[in-house]
T-cell receptor, first 114, second 115 residues
Framework: SQQGEEDPQALSIQEGENATMNCSYK?????LQWYRQNSGRGLVHLILIRSNEREKHSGRLRVTLDTSKKSSSLLITASRAADTASYFC??????????????FGQGTILTVHP | KAGVTQTPRYLIKTRGQQVTLSCSPISGHRSVSWYQQTPGQGLQFLFEYFSETQRNKGNFPGRFSGRQFSNSRSEMNVSTLELGDSALYLC??????????????FGQGTRLTVV
């Protein structure tokens, strides 16, 4: 079953603009991860944020996590046409029984126009 | 370092048949997980293997099964195929399931079409 909602479902922007995607989840988590998928191919890991972290940066990516609201956001700054893809958040539930299992959101389709 | 390799990339099968998909994890990775991706249900966890043992299982019928070999390579099998089994099947590997906060490395997937 899906963990929660991603918002928006689709986002269309111009090159150079920033893109923000939001993710909500339902359970206590060990960590939250963001992945990118191009045209129905494999997923590429972007960034992982632990449950005790609030913000993390990696290049043009900035991720925030609010465990009290069970939500996360992914910000891509200065978007490029090559960023066009589907973006998914995924959570690893708290507790050792969830090792090896990720629960994914529905995804946000990002289109960056040149 | 080679990535996660899934074979075949594409498959067309007839209802009622069975299918076996293969996944070779990144060298040294011992945990292999499988996911099904469909437009309607999104990405759903199938099962996870570590040290040749299934450690975790998603909410799928018994027609879906898998195994892992001593070299960490994994296969998943779907018997008595149904039209609804048409999907992209993704395999992911991780170094070890004992480590918290470990990212998963995904293969390119196997696109299964059931006709």
């Amino acid at each position: 079953s899906q963990q929660g909602e991603e918002d928006p479902q689709a986002l269309s922007i111009q090159e150079g603009e920033n893109a923000t995607m939001n993710c909500s989840y339902k359970t206590s988590i060990n960590n939250l991860q963001w992945y990118r998928q191009n045209s129905g191919r494999g997923l590429v890991h972007l960034i992982l944020i632990r449950s005790n972290e609030r913000e993390k940066h990696s290049g043009r990516l900035r991720v925030t996590l609010d465990t009290s609201k069970k939500s996360s956001s992914l910000l891509i700054t200065a978007s490029r046409a090559a960023d066009t893809a589907s973006y998914f958040c995924a959570t690893q539930d708290a507790g050792g029984t969830s090792y090896g299992k990720l629960t994914f959101g529905q995804g946000t389709i990002l289109t960056v126009h040149p | 370092k080679a990535g996660v390799t899934q074979t075949p990339r594409y498959l067309i099968k007839t209802r009622g048949q069975q299918v076996t998909l293969s996944c070779s994890p990144i060298s040294g990775h011992r945990s292999v997980s499988w996911y099904q991706q469909t437009p309607g249900q999104g990405l759903q966890f199938l099962f996870e293997y570590f040290s040749e043992t299934q450690r975790n299982k998603g909410n799928f019928p018994g027609r879906f099964s898998g195994r892992q070999f001593s070299n960490s390579r994994s296969e998943m099998n779907v018997s008595t195929l149904e039209l609804g089994d048409s999907a992209l099947y993704l395999c992911a590997s991780s170094p070890s399931r004992g480590q918290l906060n470990t990212e998963a490395f995904f293969g390119q997937g196997t696109r299964l079409t059931v006709v």
